[in-house]
């Protein structure tokens, strides 16, 4: 799993800019076309000004646009001041230890004093946060009986069904989310459906609970003793999981047959939503394209959030999320050169503008 770094340093002191990007790709099964692939997943193939192919948008595209910036801009280099730096990390698409983070906690100058990165967020929007993930782990435990004899004992799915039902109110909870964050969430509302798809603009600002997985029971005729789900519950920029889980602890006060396992904990992430990173970024699109793209947070996580947790502004801009983790990803040819483009004229307003 190697992580690929350069740097180099322009004429003048300056800022540090970090182009960061993975080059790890979520799995293919081992029958693509079962799968739904019409494309070969492997095959880069190019059709009706598309490139097709696992990772085309997440991420070659942001990784490939961050490479050819830092082509660019070292060919300027006796133009540029401060210093850039180029992070393309292995292991991110499974959180792992050792792509960015490895990075970050052994080459702390990797963070710099702002990060540009190129997962997909769709031409429309600019990304300055990212919602957070708690994954939680459920496990209700009864003596179980025949199923006839349900005096005997409580069903654990049964009880599995009445606690889900309960959790599911979480997403109704009132939050205390701070008052710039809700104006940048609503003035992108329009973008943000048209980025993510109709109705993304109602739960961005939301807690959201999927039960991934559950599992109890041998039987039809046998009340089952035990019974285990998984919640993935997201959690908005703004708020932490202690809201959640006092919420949850007092939920599950009622449910003594119940206990609960933390599996993962990424707080939401956000950066300054009117940060100067962000208007270059809209300005060089303006200029490309003729529109600002909207600034909104992620429902998903990114590798930009370990930047923002150090307090460093990451913002991502990147290619619609055509496919991704599914089947047929791919991205417009047109769409790619314009963020090549823009990252580079971008990373080349933020180091000489100062
Ligand atoms: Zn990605």
Known sequence: MPNILGTFEG???????????????????????????TTDPWGGEIIDGKIYGRGSSDMKCGTSASIWTYIFLNRLRAKIKGKLTLTCVSDEETFGPWGDRWLIDNEPEVLGDCCLNGEPSSPFTIRYGEKGLLWLTFTVKTPGAHGAYTHVSPSATRIAAKLINELGNLENLPLNIPQDLLLAQKEAEADFDKGMGSGASKIISKVTLNIGTIK???????????????ADIRLPVGIESEVIMDQIDKILKKYPEVTMDQNKYNSPSHCDPNGEMLGIIQDNVKLLRGYRPAKV??????DARLWRYKGIPAYVYGPFPTGMGSVDENVPIDDYLHFVKTHALSAYDYLNKN
């Open 216 to 230: 109890g029971g041998l039987k039809t005729n046998m009340i089952p003793g035990e019974c285990t789900f998984e």
């Open 11 to 37: 004429i003048s002191e300056g800022r540090h800019l970090v182009l960061n990007g993975h080059t790890d790709v979520f799995p293919v099964s081992e029958d693509p076309v079962k799968e739904g692939w």
């Open 297 to 302: 947070v992620s429902m998903g996580g990114t």
